[in-house]
């Protein structure tokens, strides 16, 4: 069945630590991975992508993430948050189009200032 | 550029009435877009794909006469929902493909709190 699995449903740091979200999912195909992120009282908007080449992709504000085929994983990562990272962050994937995307259950961030 | 938007945000009812969300895409044309149930803490569950000029494809388990999803235009789908009860109450959201851009990226509305008295 596909599936998307966040490990992590609250996570709580302080100001310049370091990020890491896990993410594995099990989809069959070739696929599309994303992060989605949702900052308080706003949309639901792409944070990164990955649909082939360097598995190392980054995206908006300082964000990364390592697609890890052998793994079925896409983690997310940043070097050191800030207080406005503070939002909830999905893991999605996709079959090649868009269509069927799942969706996990998401990770709430808050950073400590 | 590719806003989506939602509304009404927020909507109280009484049992066994209608509801209509609507989700419009503002500046660009979606052929699909897609319609989310969200509990509270847990993931989008996909409800039904809406596709421009026919029918909605429904996932298992979402009752179509339930939920009607009427997509007559590029930019506007409807989700009706019918006859509304309190296990009804939910956000609702929506998104939109951007057509001919193929990435897969996902546009979303701000989203549709329904309760049902």
């Known amino acids: 069945a596909q599936s998307v699995s966040q490990h992590n449903h609250h996570v709580i740091l302080s100001e310049a630590a370091s990020l890491e979200l896990g993410c594995n999912y099990s989809?069959?195909?070739?696929?599309?991975l994303f992060w989605y992120v949702q900052y308080p009282g706003q949309h639901l908007q792409l944070l990164l992508k990955?649909?082939?080449?360097?598995?190392l992709v980054k995206g908006i504000k300082g964000f990364e993430a390592e697609f890890i085929k052998s793994k079925f994983s896409f983690n997310l990562r940043k070097p050191s948050v800030q207080w406005s990272d503070t939002a909830e962050y999905f893991c999605?994937?996709?079959?090649?189009?868009?269509?069927?995307?799942?969706f996990g259950a998401g990770t709430r961030l808050f950073v400590k200032a | 550029g590719a806003v989506v938007s939602q509304h009404p945000s927020r909507v109280i009812c009484k049992s066994g009435t209608s509801v209509k969300i609507e989700c419009r895409s503002l500046d660009f044309q979606a052929t699909t877009m897609f319609w989310y149930r969200q509990f509270p803490k847990q993931s989008l569950m996909l409800m039904a794909t809406?596709?421009?000029?026919?029918?909605?494809?429904?996932e298992q388990g979402v009752e179509k006469d339930k939920f009607l999803i009427n997509h007559a235009s590029l930019t506007l789908s409807t989700l009706t929902v019918t006859s509304a009860h309190p296990e009804d109450s939910s956000f609702y959201i929506c998104?939109?493909?951007?057509?001919?851009?193929?990435?897969?990226?996902?546009?979303f509305g701000e989203g549709s709190r329904l309760t049902v008295l």
């Open positions: 989809y069959g195909g070739t696929v599309n």
């Open positions: 990955y649909f082939s080449g360097d598995p």
């Open positions: 999605a994937v996709s079959n090649t189009g868009g269509f069927k995307t799942i």
């Open positions: 809406s596709n421009e000029g026919s029918k909605a494809t429904y």
């Open positions: 998104s939109a493909l951007r057509d001919r851009a193929n990435t897969g990226e996902l546009f």
